[in-house]
């Protein structure tokens, strides 16, 4: 397909058939130019020479006949075996054109329709050799990974959608009420606005870190910083929220802990989160350590574990995915947007580390760990 205005580059308009008949004709050229030199120039003076060495002599009438014949003979086997060739290259092109024809236009096809958003479409195995298995391959793969691209993507409008809605109408259905009088502008409905509007906010700013550290376009402020400075920052950080809920927060440092070479803002942002998260899931009475010991590959491992509600198995695979939440109804209504943990594992892969959860199941509490190299 061309688009109007646009010039195809020469020789463009050769088909594969016509390319590949023009290739054959150059190898049948060849071999019919060399025979024929070979045949006319070297072919009669050899048959002379044994003529003679036979005994016979040179004008003799057997002799002018027997070369006569050789001549004819070898004209005629040459068109023949010419004519032949001819024949046996058309139709050989015409046959790889049509196989390699079929294939390639079933790769534009599928190509065409994923270019317009049919995701699904595959290539099928062309059955054509290596090269173009291949093709087919990666082109399937391709296609995988741009259906998975837009699944992700409606996904997350979706979500965000949803989560914008639930804000929206509280503020909203307040709004009107107090405006119809049902509703007195009291600290009571100013203070439920403003929470709202928080998670609002919260939302925007969660989804603008998200996107920022998925992309990989982060600037990291690397510094080599002490393991216990982040512990006991996490620590601070969370230290009222925890009284408040009747968490007790225990810092345990290992001998011998590495410092690490990160960022040390972003860091504390993961391990905020973690310890928030394990603060929200805990009920009072429990525990909540802080730990950091050296782990394989020079990497440092920071653990937090609580004695909280602890996760369901099913969940453990997607919890670092965005918006997800293991405890839907209750997760949302306590004012998680789910994205904490994606955002936590975005900026410590980001370092170059790891993040992984583990939890004995509902009710047994849960241990999240992340690694980061070591200075
Ligand atoms: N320490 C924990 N104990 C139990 N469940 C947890 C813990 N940390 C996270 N989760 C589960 O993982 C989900 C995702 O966490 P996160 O991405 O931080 O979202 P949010 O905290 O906004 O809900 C939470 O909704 C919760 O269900
Ligand atoms: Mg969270």
């Given at each position: 397909m061309t688009a109007a205005g646009e010039t195809r580059p020469a020789?463009?308009?050769?088909g594969l058939g016509a390319r590949l008949l023009a290739g054959l004709v150059i190898v049948l050229a060849t071999a019919a130019v060399t025979a024929w030199l070979v045949a006319s120039a070297v072919g009669p003076g050899v048959f002379h020479d044994h003529m003679l060495r036979a005994?016979?002599?040179?004008?003799?009438a057997a002799v002018v006949h027997a070369e006569q014949a050789f001549q004819d003979a070898s004209t005629m086997s040459l068109a023949l075996a010419m004519g032949a060739a001819a024949l046996a290259a058309a139709a050989v092109s015409l046959v790889l054109t049509r196989r390699i024809g079929r294939s390639l236009a079933a790769v534009s096809t599928a190509a065409a329709r994923v270019g317009a958003g049919a995701y699904e479409s595959r290539v099928p195995d062309p059955g054509l050799g290596a090269e173009f298995d291949d093709l087919a391959r990666s082109f399937n793969a391709m296609a995988d990974r741009l259906h998975e691209a837009d699944r992700l993507r409606a996904r997350l409008l979706a979500d965000v959608a949803h989560e914008v809605r639930t804000p929206v109408a509280t503020i909203t259905g307040y709004l009107e009420a107090v405006e119809d009088g049902?509703?007195?502008?009291d600290e009571t409905t100013i203070a439920v606005l403003r929470e709202q509007a928080t998670r609002l906010t919260r939302l925007a700013r969660d989804l603008a870190a998200v996107t920022h550290a998925e992309a990989g376009d982060l600037t990291l402020d690397l510094a080599i910083v002490p393991a216990p400075d982040l512990l006991r920052a996490a620590t601070a950080a969370a230290g009222e929220r925890a009284a408040a809920a009747g968490v007790s927060l225990v810092l345990d440092v290992a001998e011998g802990v590495p410092p690490v070479f990160v960022d040390r803002t972003r860091i504390a942002q993961v391990l905020d989160n973690l310890v928030a998260n394990a603060v929200r899931h805990t009920p009072p009475g429990g525990t909540i350590v802080l730990s950091a010991e050296p782990a394989a590959d020079g990497q440092v491992a920071f653990v937090v574990t609580d004695t909280g509600e602890g996760i369901a198995a099913e969940h453990l695979p997607h919890l670092?995915?965005?918006?997800?939440?293991?405890d839907t109804a209750r997760d949302r209504t306590r004012g998680g947007s789910g994205i904490g943990l994606a955002i936590s594992k975005a900026l410590t892969l980001a370092h170059g580390g790891r993040i992984s959860v583990t939890s004995d199941?509902?009710?047994h509490g849960a241990t999240f760990t992340i690694t980061l190299p070591a200075a």
């Open positions: 020789g463009a308009a050769w005994g016979l002599e040179d004008h003799d049902i509703q007195p502008l670092f995915e965005r918006f997800y939440r293991a199941g509902v009710g």
